[in-house]
């Protein structure tokens, strides 16, 4: 089982949408990460959590340390938040999860 | 100014043959990392380097090997390479103040044939 596990694999929603992704870990962290994998294949770091809720435009990340439990949220979704979505625990490196892959509809 | 770059982009190999990937960042970062992705997009560590001193090393085969000449430069050396090596490797680095922390290279996309 992997530590890291994430929820939906696939997600499909049209425009506009509210998107909610969620991330569970086994084992405890010093840090949970958000990552944006596009298309092309670059990745990019969204989100470092150690606790609480961090927000940047229309994404939104919270994290419940007692739980293990993180969640990515997309407010008025748009195609071009169409990606892979991977949740990592952070602790000297990251171990990922296998990714949610969202595709926004028009 | 590319923050974290990694050469090549695409490399292609027979079996067999030694290879090498190169990284370097100029953020600035203590700690610099390798991870694989295979070919269901699936994302592991391979090593990091804080400081030029090897801190994690997973069960990857010792045909791969890091070399850090400086804390700008983290480069993988792949020895003997096998069909099974093939995937994307990722280059990144960690400066720990950062609201993101991590950044990532673009990837190398290694295929063995």
């Known amino acids: 089982k992997n530590e890291v596990e994430q929820s939906p694999q696939n997600l499909t929603a049209q425009e506009g949408e509210f998107i909610t992704i969620n991330c569970s870990y086994s084992v405890g962290i010093s840090a949970l990460h958000w990552l944006q994998q596009h298309p092309g294949g670059g990745i990019v770091s969204l989100f470092m959590?150690?606790?609480g809720k961090k927000k940047h435009g229309r994404l939104i990340a919270t994290i419940n340390i007692q739980e293990k439990h993180s969640s990515l949220h997309i407010t008025a979704s748009h195609p071009r938040d169409s990606a892979v979505y991977i949740c990592a625990r952070g602790a000297d490196g990251l171990t990922f999860g296998k990714g949610t892959h969202l595709i926004i509809q028009p | 100014d590319t923050a974290v770059s990694q050469t090549p982009k695409y490399l292609v190999t027979q079996m067999g043959n030694d290879k090498s990937i190169k990284c370097e960042q100029n953020?600035?970062?203590?700690?610099m990392y390798w991870y694989k992705q295979d070919s269901k997009k699936f994302l592991k560590i391979m090593f990091s380097?804080?400081?030029?001193?090897?801190?994690i090393n997973e069960t990857v085969p010792n045909r791969f090997s890091p070399k850090s000449p400086d804390k700008a430069h983290l480069n993988l050396h792949i020895n003997s390479l096998e069909l099974g090596d093939s995937a994307v490797y990722f280059c990144a680095s960690m400066g720990g103040t950062g609201p993101q922390g991590y950044t990532f290279g673009s990837g190398t996309r290694l295929t063995v044939v």
């Open positions: 953020l600035g970062h203590d700690t």
């Open positions: 959590l150690s606790s």
């Open positions: 380097y804080n400081n030029k001193e090897l801190i």
